[in-house]
């Protein structure tokens, strides 16, 4: 009997936290479209009752939310470390979210923002191999009425075109493949002969990728190699062989999706048992997606004798070219070192810079994609694209 | 239960039934010869002197977690928080251990600390964390995968906090001082031309060390009593509280040797290190026998377990078999090991 009271007595509770749960973030959402009336504009939709009038609001009457894809990727926190501390130096109120590489997670995330009073969002999707998912988010912020920005991980022009306050800063997808296929190109021509260490008169590499169905990585993948066999037959070469004729794939995903460091090295250590220049079959050139699984190959070069810097008399020693994709501080740092080749830099600072420049828009009551004139902006749909840099030391 | 049904049929004759028996519990071994065989014929580099010892290595790495999980498992548990505890104590023992003067040192202030300093530490943290699981699990009754699966997360989230201290700001933690790489990556001599990376000596005395643990000392035998039936242990006198806290602090040590290898190993560590090597260590133990029924397991099952997951992964590779399919081998050979573990059990019935 006491235990029916109780239970009963704990159900009522709970119904009424609930209610007031709800009672709560439904006064707080209605006031969330108020207070984005005036940054969205005269655009903002008619469900919102706030009156036209409003003055420009205070700096504090920003409330972003930014949902990154996950909080454990070298890049992505290099740009949340840039990104916290434009805001705050904007004076915006924030939240950083962490999807934690699981798309339900972000939008349950997403959502909860919203009923919470956040008036902007600022979305690193995680699904990037179908556009439903950043609909969704997207759709999620035209019914509150606020305006929504997404960032590094590409959306379709259709989802940005959904809603006017929509937009998208990021790269070029495709544009990392071909600078780094063009990268290796010019490597390749300057040094062909020391490369080539069996001198067959083709190189043979080895590609490592960093995930099935990740449009980036699906991209570097074939551009890095389509575009450097380009340049390679201008300039009368062998296109690149990859080391083993048998993988008609030609290339090494890493099993978890994860682009990690230690894929790279379990499959390096593989391909150095096997492939070595006593056996005349070395693999001479490594290509990854991204930094981390670069210097995982350089690890298992290392061990193996190759890539280990300068010595005492600036001897270079035995190396195997090595690129990557990404710019972190360590791989800049290996370049340097005379340890790995080159890299393509992803601008976190300019991501985040762009990112803000949005945001201060929406700040100063103007539209979102005023001032954007001295960006590189696509015809006929809201994206900006952040250029990619070459990084050789 | 026995540990070793094989003796109950011992007296009878060789009939066909025995035969069928005999290949069936050996099913797994069976199995490996025939991959192997299959896998030179399409590949003879892979019985190459250097081939075997790239086997040899990439298992001596991935074998410390499984040597720990296996523990969890053997009480009937498990351990989630495997993978995340190798992720701290990677970026913990690289952090500590970065040469000087490099650009992105994470501490520029301490030097570079002497390694049996950095391998006291990484295993403090470990064996404190398993700790934490084990007492979790024996004071207040929890299932293992509950509490580890909590311990995982908070875990994780020390691990983010933890790359962006000092100048680290997130970025992966490389740039390590020769010592460090020379102690797990160099070598004392070679065989046919190939260096003998020396974590696999490290390996090598884990595996002899809980191999003593596990037979020879009353900490062992308590743990299989434990794990075979809580209650008859308890009455024989057995600590069951600070058996399962041992139990999972020697799991979290282990672990933490993995995280100081693979920091030098892959010396490139992030926030991203070590996910999800719990998997593949349970699936390991697994595979090797150690039994999610309890009380159950041997140190050398676990060794073949591991060493079966490292040939899938490195042969399927050689022979330049699609990368799609290998999930689908991964995982039915999990199923096929563990239903004739089963029937073992289930035969006796």
Same mark, same amino acid.
């Given at each position: 009997m006491m235990k029916k009271l109780l239970a009963s007595i704990l159900a009522a509770a709970m119904i009424g936290t609930a209610l007031a749960g709800c009672g709560g973030s439904g006064s707080t959402s209605s006031a969330a479209p108020a207070s984005s009336a005036a940054p969205a504009s005269s655009e903002a939709p008619a469900a919102s009752s706030a009156p036209a009038e409003t003055p420009a609001?205070?700096?504090s009457d920003l409330n972003v939310g930014v949902f990154y894809y996950t909080f454990s990727d070298v890049y992505i926190t290099s740009v949340r470390t840039n990104m916290d501390a434009k805001l705050n130096e904007l004076g915006v109120t924030f939240q950083n979210y962490d999807g934690n590489n699981n798309q339900a997670n972000q939008l349950d995330q997403i959502n909860t923002a919203i009923t919470n009073g956040c008036n902007l969002l600022v979305v690193n999707i995680v699904e990037t191999s179908s556009p439903d998912a950043a609909q969704t988010a997207c759709d999620a912020a035209k019914t509150a009425g606020i305006p929504i920005i997404f960032f590094n991980r590409e959306v379709a022009d259709d989802v940005v075109n959904s809603y006017e306050n929509c937009a998208f800063v990021g790269t070029d997808a495709a544009e990392a493949g071909h600078m780094q296929g063009q990268m290796i190109a010019e490597y390749l021509l300057a040094n062909y002969d020391a490369v080539d260490l069996n001198k067959d008169g083709a190189i043979s590499y080895v590609m490592f990728k960093g995930q099935e169905g990740n449009a980036e990585a699906e991209y570097r993948t074939q551009f890095a190699v389509e575009d450097c066999d380009k340049l390679l037959a201008e300039a009368g070469k062998e296109p690149l062989a990859f080391y083993n004729a048998g993988n008609a794939s030609k290339y090494l995903v890493d099993q978890t999706g994860a682009w990690s460091s230690q894929a790279a090295t379990d499959y390096m250590n593989t391909i150095l048992a096997e492939y070595s220049e006593a056996n005349n079959n070395m693999v001479e050139m490594v290509i990854a997606n991204n930094d981390g699984m670069a210097e995982g190959a350089i690890a298992a070069l290392q061990a193996a004798g190759y890539n280990n810097g300068y010595d005492e008399e600036n001897n270079i020693g035995k190396f195997i070219p090595v690129f990557g994709v990404d710019a972190v501080d360590s791989a800049k740092e290996k370049i340097q070192n005379g340890q790995m080749t080159g890299t393509i830099m992803q601008d976190a600072e300019g991501m985040a810079n762009t990112i803000t420049a949005l945001v201060s828009n929406l700040n100063s009551g103007a539209a979102l994609m005023d001032n954007t004139s001295s960006f590189n902006v696509d015809a006929g749909v809201a994206k900006i694209r952040v250029p990619y840099g070459v990084y050789t030391g | 239960m026995s540990n070793n049904p094989g003796k109950a049929i011992a007296k009878q004759p060789w009939d066909a039934k025995r035969v069928g028996n005999l290949l069936l519990n050996n099913a797994l071994f069976i199995l490996m010869f025939i991959a192997i065989i299959y896998i030179a014929i399409r590949n003879p580099n892979f019985i190459k002197p250097a081939s075997l010892i790239n086997i040899i290595a990439q298992t001596a790495a991935y074998l410390p977690v499984a040597l720990g999980v296996a523990g969890c498992i053997v009480l009937t548990g498990t351990d989630l928080s495997a993978g995340r505890i190798v992720g701290l104590t990677a970026c913990v023992s690289a952090s500590l251990l970065q040469a000087v003067g490099g650009a992105n040192k994470m501490w520029p202030n301490i030097g &570079?600390?002497? @390694?049996? =300093?950095? @391998?006291? @530490? %990484?295993?403090?943290?470990? /064996? %404190?964390?398993? /700790?934490?699981?084990?007492?979790? =699990? %024996?004071? $207040?009754?929890?299932?293992? $995968?509950? =509490?580890? *699966?909590? &311990?995982? *997360?908070?875990?994780y989230t020390l691990?983010?906090?933890? =790359?962006? #201290?000092?100048?680290?700001?997130? #970025? /992966?933690?490389s740039g390590l001082d020769d010592s460090y790489k020379t102690f797990i990556t160099g070598s004392l001599f070679s065989i046919a031309g190939t260096p003998i990376p020396n974590y696999i000596w490290i390996a090598v005395f884990l595996t002899a060390l809980m191999w003593f643990i596990w037979n020879k000392t009353t900490f062992g035998k308590n743990m299989f009593a434990l794990g075979a039936n809580e209650e008859a242990a308890r009455v024989s006198g057995v600590n069951v509280i600070m058996t399962t806290i041992m139990v999972f602090a020697l799991a979290g040590a282990m672990y933490s040797i993995t995280g100081f290898i693979e920091g030098a190993r892959v010396a490139s560590n992030t926030a991203n290190t070590g996910f999800n090597y719990e998997l593949d260590a349970i699936a390991a133990c697994v595979i090797g026998g150690v039994s999610f029924v309890g009380g159950i397991g041997k140190i050398r099952g676990i060794v073949i377990g591991v060493l079966l997951l490292r040939l899938i992964f490195i042969g399927l590779n050689m022979i330049g078999i699609n990368q799609d399919l290998q999930y689908l081998i991964?995982?039915? @050979?999990?199923?096929? %090991?563990?239903?004739?573990? #089963?029937?073992k059990y289930l035969v006796k019935k």
């Open positions: 609001p205070a700096a | &570079t600390l002497p @390694i049996p =300093v950095v @391998i006291l @530490i %990484a295993i403090l943290i470990g /064996a %404190a964390f398993g /700790a934490f699981n084990g007492f979790f =699990v %024996a004071k $207040f009754k929890l299932h293992p $995968f509950i =509490v580890t *699966l909590g &311990t995982q *997360l908070i875990v691990l983010l906090l933890y =790359v962006k #201290m000092g100048n680290n700001n997130g #970025m /992966a933690i991964k995982g039915g @050979i999990i199923l096929f %090991a563990c239903a004739l573990d #089963m029937r």
